[in-house]
Nanobody, 124 residues
Framework: QVQLVESGGGLVQAGGSLRLSCAAS????????MGWFRQAPGKEREFVAA????????YYTNSVKGRFTISRDNPKNTVYLQMNSLKPEDTAVYYC?????????????????WGQGTQVTVSS
């Protein structure tokens, strides 16, 4: 079956950096667009970043542009989210998701598979 396993979360001070990884198995990874989403307590899950199947197109929500970078390594079946200049408002559970499509979507409802999430906590 399809599995997406996130790692790399943790506690970091404001201004610090973290690199999240999401390892995929059970699917033909290179045929899937990949997304990162986050959910803070009491809030809805929101789009953070997404990348096309070949890595040629990337998309970011405005609040992370210039600070976060999404990338993928298809031979390793892994997608990454490099997070720099972290802010307390970035605190959330971060999820990776996969969608078999050539059109990258920012709506979480469009994604087929989800990981269990990894906690990111940014202290002020």
């Amino acid at each position: 079956q399809v599995q997406l396993v996130e790692s790399g979360g943790g506690l970091v001070q404001a201004g610090g950096s973290l690199r999240l990884s999401c390892a995929a198995s059970g699917l033909t990874f290179s045929r899937y667009a990949m997304g990162w989403f986050r959910q803070a307590p009491g809030k809805e899950r929101e789009f953070v970043a997404a990348i096309s199947w070949d890595g040629g197109r990337t998309y970011y929500t405005n609040s992370v542009k210039g600070r976060f970078t999404i990338s993928r390594d298809n031979p390793k079946n892994t997608v990454y989210l490099q997070m720099n200049s972290l802010k307390p408002e970035d605190t959330a559970v971060y999820y990776c998701a996969a969608e078999r499509t050539v059109v990258v979507h920012t709506n979480p409802a469009a994604y087929d598979y989800w990981g269990q999430g990894t906690q990111v906590t940014v202290s002020s």
